[in-house]
């Protein structure tokens, strides 16, 4: 309750809690009552570039200048979103992974769907999921632990969270799907790479509970396939495709050069 003193630069710290949605910065004012301090606009901080808020701090997570504006706020998203696989011949058993970060945590029980995963051709049923990590999924309520819900006729998979999953944390899973024989669209041999999108709906905040109706969801966005990884193909012992087989050396097939884009899911 001390006066001030002239020409003294005085800071004030105090906290607040972001909204959910996503907004610009607001224009803030400034006033003072009991002295003639008529509400002024403040100056805005838009040259400081905030750390880096994420878990190993990945590129993804860096903030630029003009972020450190106040109440400048992003929108829920998933900052990563990378999608690959690890079998890219017809009717073979193929390892799809999917690596996620969000920029607001994933609460316990909310979904992750991972959908437009055309081809796959696994009946629709629970089936396993292996995270990289300790990541807790379930099929849904009350069902084993690291399983999904596959949906063969949506070609979709949803997940749900059964341990929260802070904001800027990495997370991985994978699952197994088999490919098709052939493009039911065309009838000819394969696919192009469909289109795979992820989303995240039923997620509560500290301010919103999704048992109450006030759920928060990451809207549908497409992920980014690996189109760095080069598989090895051919036969066992063949030196211009390498030493490991994808098929059985025995299997009739026509092995072709392998490309990047070949790790795109369904490719």
Same mark, same amino acid.
């Given at each position: 309750?001390?006066?001030?003193?002239? &020409?003294?630069?005085?800071?004030?710290?105090?906290?607040?809690? =972001?909204?959910?949605?996503?907004?610009?910065?607001?224009?803030? /004012? @400034?006033?003072?009552?009991?002295?003639?301090?008529?509400?002024?606009?403040?100056?805005?901080?838009?040259t400081t570039v905030l750390t880096n808020?994420?878990?190993?701090?990945?590129? @993804?997570? #860096? !903030?630029?200048?003009?972020?450190?504006?106040?109440?400048?706020?992003?929108?829920?998203?998933?900052?990563?979103?990378?999608?690959?696989?690890?079998?890219?011949?017809?009717?073979?058993?193929?390892?799809?992974?999917?690596?996620?970060?969000?920029?607001?945590?994933?609460?316990?029980?909310?979904?992750?769907?991972?959908?437009?995963?055309?081809?796959?051709?696994?009946?629709? &049923?629970?089936?396993?999921?292996?995270?990289? =990590?300790?990541? =807790? !999924?379930?099929?849904?309520?009350? +069902?084993?632990?690291?399983?999904?819900?596959?949906?063969?006729?949506?070609?979709?998979?949803? /997940?749900? /969270?059964?341990?929260?999953?802070?904001?800027?944390?990495?997370?991985? !899973?994978?699952?197994?799907?088999?490919?098709?024989?052939?493009?039911?669209?065309?009838?000819?041999?394969?696919? #192009?790479?469909?289109?795979?999108?992820?989303?995240?709906?039923?997620?509560?905040?500290?301010?919103?509970?999704?048992?109450?109706?006030?759920?928060?969801?990451?809207?549908?966005?497409?992920?980014?396939?690996?189109?760095?990884?080069?598989?090895?193909?051919?036969?066992?012992?063949?030196?211009?495709?390498?030493?490991? +087989?994808?098929?059985?050396?025995?299997?009739?097939?026509?092995?072709?050069?392998?490309?990047?884009?070949?790790?795109?899911? !369904? =490719?």
């Open positions: 309750q001390s006066r001030t003193t002239v &020409d003294t630069e005085y800071v004030l710290e105090f906290e607040v809690r =972001n909204p959910v949605a996503a907004q610009n910065s607001p224009a803030i /004012v @400034v006033s003072a009552s009991g002295i003639p301090f008529g509400a002024t606009l403040v100056n805005k901080d838009l808020p994420c878990t190993d701090s990945p590129l @993804v997570c #860096e !903030f630029d200048e003009g972020d450190a504006a106040p109440l400048l706020v992003y929108g829920p998203t998933f900052l990563q979103k990378d999608v690959s696989q690890s079998m890219p011949y017809p009717l073979k058993q193929n390892t799809i992974t999917v690596t996620l970060l969000s920029n607001i945590p994933l609460s316990e029980g909310s979904l992750v769907t991972i959908s437009n995963l055309k081809g796959g051709q696994t009946p629709t &049923d629970a089936i396993t999921i292996t995270p990289e =990590n300790n990541e =807790n !999924f379930q099929s849904g309520v009350g +069902a084993a632990t690291n399983t999904g819900s596959w949906d063969y006729d949506a070609k979709k998979l949803t /997940v749900r /969270v059964g341990t929260e999953i802070s904001a800027g944390t990495k997370f991985a !899973f994978s699952f197994v799907l088999e490919n098709p024989a052939q493009n039911d669209e065309t009838e000819t041999c394969g696919y #192009e790479y469909p289109n795979v999108c992820v989303r995240a709906s039923r997620i509560s905040t500290p301010c919103l509970d999704c048992t109450q109706g006030q759920c928060v969801t990451l809207a549908r966005q497409a992920m980014d396939p690996d189109f760095a990884q080069i598989f090895v193909y051919g036969s066992l012992g063949t030196w211009l495709y390498g030493q490991d +087989a994808h098929y059985d050396p025995s299997a009739l097939v026509t092995y072709g050069v392998p490309e990047q884009g070949d790790a795109y899911p !369904f =490719n």
